[in-house]
């Protein structure tokens, strides 16, 4: 592995309820799971060490 690149998961919770109506409301859950991979790069890997002496700089996609 290089110490650029990070492999990693989200996990999305959530929970929604309706207003009610007539004494009855909906409610509903929601769960998932995402991968996702992001790449750093420094600014002298990207060209811009001269105009950002300090920072980082990533790249990230979630599948």
């Known amino acids: ?7 990693g998961a989200i ?4 929970f929604t309820k309706s207003a009610e109506n007539s004494g009855q ?3 509903s859950t929601t769960y998932g799971v995402q991968a996702f ?6 600014p002298e890997d990207a ?3 001269d105009e950002v ?4 700089f990533f790249m990230e996609t979630n599948a």
């Open 53 to 56: 002496p300090t920072g980082q």
């Open 1 to 7: 592995m290089n110490d650029s690149f990070v492999l």
């Open 25 to 27: 409301s909906t409610k």
């Open 47 to 49: 060209e811009l060490g």
């Open 37 to 42: 991979s992001r790449y750093y790069l420094s």
């Open 11 to 14: 996990v999305n919770l959530g």
